[in-house]
């Protein structure tokens, strides 16, 4: 069966520090791979998803940027945080013949 | 472009007692319909879809929820409520296989003893 992990589960940084946060997929091959934020009190936003290696798209612009240099490992990143950045973060995939996402636990940062 | 709308926030029921969650979707053709379940601090878990077929799907923990396409809705309910149900519901829509889903702003669910 397939399994999505997510970590670290929890992050506290500095603004102006770096951020990478890592999913990786088992169980499934060329899945579809999301990353979402969800901002206190509010619903889930799509930052960014790919559909193969070394394909991202961005959905908002902002300070964040995503990489898969796997086929089933979806890296998040960012060069200097901002405190705006802080939020739950949740990384998803799917595959071609569904529909559904599938989420991982999810990482709640907070830039301090 | 799609969308989905759940118009309410917060909603407060008593344990036993009966449950409807609201949602609204915009989107051209027939959609692909979700509903997600948030405990705090956890991702979402998967309680029901809709793709095509009888409109009126069952899911997990006894959850089900009716597709009206005259009414561009697609209601959560659940016939008894129990205090483990309070948690975050997500109503979603996607426009097929492969594709990403669009959110609605999800509706907090508390849950009076």
């Known amino acids: 069966s397939q399994t999505i992990h997510q970590w670290p589960a929890t992050l506290v940084q500095p603004v102006g520090s770096p951020l990478s946060l890592e999913c990786t997929v088992e169980?499934?091959?060329?899945?579809?791979l999301y990353w979402y934020r969800q901002a206190a009190g509010r619903g889930l936003q799509l930052l960014f998803y790919?559909?193969?290696?070394?394909?991202i798209s961005s959905e908002v612009p902002q300070n964040l940027s995503a990489s898969r240099p796997q086929d089933r490992q979806f890296i998040l990143s960012s060069k200097k945080l901002l405190l705006s950045d802080s939020g739950f973060y949740l990384c998803?995939?799917?595959?071609?013949?569904?529909?559904?996402?599938?989420f991982g636990q999810g990482t709640r940062l907070t830039v301090v | 472009a799609q969308s989905v709308t759940q118009p309410d926030i917060h909603i407060t029921v008593s344990e036993g007692a009966s449950l409807e969650l609201r949602c609204n979707y915009s989107?051209?053709?027939?959609?692909?319909l979700f509903w997600y379940v948030q405990s705090p601090g956890q991702g979402l878990q998967l309680l029901l879809k809709?793709?095509?077929?009888?409109?009126l799907v069952q899911g997990i923990k006894g959850f089900e929820a009716e597709f009206k396409r005259s009414q561009s809705s697609f209601n959560l309910r659940k016939p008894s409520v129990h205090w483990s149900d309070a948690a975050e519901y997500f109503c979603?829509?996607?426009?097929?296989?492969?594709?990403?889903?669009?959110f609605g702003g999800g509706t907090r669910l508390m849950v009076k003893p």
């Open positions: 809709y793709f095509s077929g009888d409109t």
């Open positions: 998803a995939w799917g595959d071609e013949q569904g529909a559904e996402a599938f």
């Open positions: 169980g499934t091959s060329n899945p579809n």
């Open positions: 979603a829509v996607g426009a097929g296989a492969g594709n990403m889903l669009t």
């Open positions: 989107y051209g053709a027939t959609p692909y």
């Open positions: 790919s559909v193969g290696i070394g394909q």
